[in-house]
């Protein structure tokens, strides 16, 4: 698992699994989606306006 933050955008991305996957993306809400690959595996999670929904402690310097 990998967990990327993108200050300039305020968006958050969890990778679940390690690789290159084709994805189909699915939003569940304007600012939340998540990645499938093939066999419906859930590859990752986007948040944006992380800095509203999660309240991480010093969010704005994860790289």
């Given amino acids: 698992m990998q967990i990327s ?3 300039e955008a305020d968006a ?3 990778q679940l699994m390690d690789g290159d996957f084709q ?3 699915v939003r569940v809400t304007n600012d939340i989606s998540l990645d499938f690959a093939a066999g419906e595996q859930l ?3 986007e948040v944006l306006g992380a800095s509203h929904y999660l309240k991480i402690p010093n969010l ?3 790289n």
Avoid: A, S
């Fill in 43 to 45: 590859v990752g999670i």
């Fill in 5 to 7: 933050y993108d200050k």
């Fill in 12 to 14: 958050l991305y969890i």
């Fill in 60 to 62: 704005h310097r994860w």
């Fill in 23 to 25: 994805c189909r993306t």
